[in-house]
């Protein structure tokens, strides 16, 4: 396996990734931050504020895109076996 090889399935990996991850942490982001304005605006400083309702947008995240998730990782290793196969 030549280094092209290794740099092109780490990209690859990279971006997987970044596909899989990304929603669920931009989920996160978007409503830690809305939140946290709505602390800041109201002096409301209650921990669970700001947990429960990113566990549900997450949890809405994963079942929105689960399939989605699912099937990159599923064709990631496809590709990773197909390239195994191939050594």
């Not at 982001?29 to 947008?57: C, D, M, N, R, Y």
Request: aromatic share 6%; glycine share 6%.
């Amino acid at each position: 396996m030549s280094t092209q090889n290794v740099l092109d399935v780490l990209q690859d990996a990279f971006l997987v990734l970044i596909r899989v991850g990304g929603p669920v942490l931009i989920t996160a982001l978007v409503i830690g931050l809305v939140i946290s304005i709505v602390q800041a605006t109201t002096q409301i400083q209650e921990q669970t504020l700001s947990f429960v309702p990113k566990l549900f947008a997450i949890l809405l995240t994963l079942v929105l895109l689960g399939n989605f998730m699912l099937n990159t990782l599923v064709a990631f290793t496809d590709r990773l076996f197909s390239i195994i196969a191939g050594l």
